[in-house]
């Protein structure tokens, strides 16, 4: 039985067990650029708030695998379009990951990380996990999805979480 995911949850769930409202399907379950998507709306900006190496969560570790139980570069930005904060994002590098041809990853600053996932060669979403929960400021509940993705053979997340400024944004 799959479940609801209406009630505010810290759980990241896989996405094809879960019943969604078909707006919050749509956004969620797009395998496309999220970045591109939101350009579409106006204006857009990426805002780092926070950057550092660490080690992931235990949940990161797990959905990164093996090479999740290494130090990762964590960072941290808000998506603003129209200069409205929409989307705030977490990204866990694997500092394995961001080695060779993939260490361009490591030094985004304030641009957006679809930029490299959607440039050659493209980077393979390979799984995704969705919420309904707080959002890392702790704004919300919020719709966010975890995505795993892997750029040249190696693993990285993307977490997203759907701010209640973007149904504003595109409800208008």
């Known amino acids: 039985m799959p479940d609801t995911a209406l009630r505010a949850d810290t759980r990241w769930r896989a996405q094809e ?18 970045t591109a998507r939101l350009r579409r709306h106006g204006p857009f900006r990426v805002a780092p708030r926070d950057g550092a190496i660490e ?41 394995a990951t961001l080695a060779n041809a993939n260490r ?27 919420r309904f929960g707080l959002s890392p400021t702790g704004q919300g509940p919020c719709w966010g999805r975890q ?4 750029k040249r053979g190696r693993p990285l997340l993307v977490a997203e979480h759907f701010l209640p400024a973007l149904w504003e944004l595109i409800r208008d």
């Not at 995505?147 to 892997?150: C, D, E, L, N």
Request: glycine fraction near 6%; avoid cysteine; proline fraction near 8%.
């Open 17 to 34: 067990r879960l019943v969604l409202p078909p707006l919050i399907r749509d956004w969620l379950a797009d395998p496309g650029s999220l």
């Open 55 to 95: 080690r992931p969560t235990l949940e990161e570790q797990a959905q990164l695998g093996r090479i999740g139980r290494q130090y990762a570069l964590i960072r941290e930005v808000t998506l603003y379009v129209h200069e409205q904060p929409v989307v705030e994002a977490r990204s866990v590098l694997p500092l």
């Open 104 to 130: 361009s990853l490591g030094h985004m600053g304030s641009r957006s990380l679809g930029s490299e996932l959607y440039r050659r060669p493209l980077a393979h979403r390979d799984q995704v996990w969705v």
């Open 147 to 150: 995505s795993r993705f892997v």
